[in-house]
């Protein structure tokens, strides 16, 4: 024989390119899961500044990525130096503690932040 069979390398290749694009919304998706607290007069969300998720135990998500409080200031500076819209939206967790939610207000605030908001859901 004096060619390759290259039908199975296909079919390995196929399969691979199943998974990853089964696999690739999975991984990105926020790090932690936030329940919402429900109003009645929420809003649409906007869509280009930096979205920081809290969750219930005070973990801090920084557009998907998890942050430490004290680098949140940091990060926020560079990213809004590096031309990310100057809008801030807060997700944080019903059950997280109030002093939380102030010090990432305060601290995003303090970054540059030009509008700052809280995310909720939908409802009573």
Known sequence: MSEINITPLTDVMLVLLVIFMVTTPLIMTD?????????VTSDAEPGKGAVIAINE????????????????????????GSGLDK???????????????????DTAKAAGAE???IATEHGR
């Open 31 to 39: 790090s932690f899961k936030v329940k919402l607290p429900k109003a």
């Open 57 to 80: 135990s005070g973990l801090i998500s920084l557009n998907g990525k998890d942050v430490r409080q004290e680098e949140l200031y940091g990060k926020l500076r560079q990213g809004f």
């Open 87 to 105: 809008t801030v939206v807060i997700k944080a967790d019903g059950a997280t503690r109030h002093n939380i939610i102030v010090k990432v207000l």
């Open 115 to 117: 509008k700052l908001s």
